[in-house]
Nanobody, 128 residues
Framework: QVQLVESGGGSVQAGGSLRLSCAAS?????????MGWFRQAPGKEREGVAG?????????????YYADSVKGRFTISQDNAKNTLYLQMNSLKPEDTAMYYC???????????????WGQGTQVTVSS
């Protein structure tokens, strides 16, 4: 059974950094072509933040996709040995406050609709 467990959330001041982790179990990250991060703020719809190609294609290896709002500030990465996905978040802003979810899917990793399985989330709060 696929399980995604997020960790690393917390409260920081604007301009600070956090690193989120997503431990995957029940499958290896290479067996599904996409892993990514989504977020949902109170009263708003869930939105895609970052996606990463995690399949076996050498051409697509390392392909990452970001929402415009986080480009240049967030970095998505993976550690295959640990079956873990990361999201390094720098220069955090109050508008980054949300519940952050790890997700996996197949298809085009920059198409947020291609993700179909999410973890339980970890809260990120950025104060001004």
């Amino acid at each position: 059974q696929v399980q995604l467990v997020e960790s690393g959330g917390g409260s920081v001041q604007a301009g600070g950094s956090l690193r989120l982790s997503c431990a995957a179990s029940g499958y290896t990250v290479n067996s599904r072509s996409c892993m990514g991060w989504f977020r949902q703020a109170p009263g708003k719809e869930r939105e895609g933040v970052a996606g990463l190609y995690t399949g076996f294609s050498r051409i697509l290896f390392g392909s990452a996709y970001y929402a415009d709002s986080v480009k240049g500030r967030f970095t998505i990465s993976q550690d295959n040995a640990k079956n873990t996905l990361y999201l390094q978040m720098n220069s955090l802003k109050p508008e980054d406050t949300a519940m952050y979810y790890c997700a996996t899917g197949a298809g085009y990793c920059g198409n947020w609709a291609d993700y179909n399985y999410w973890g339980q989330g970890t809260q990120v709060t950025v104060s001004s």
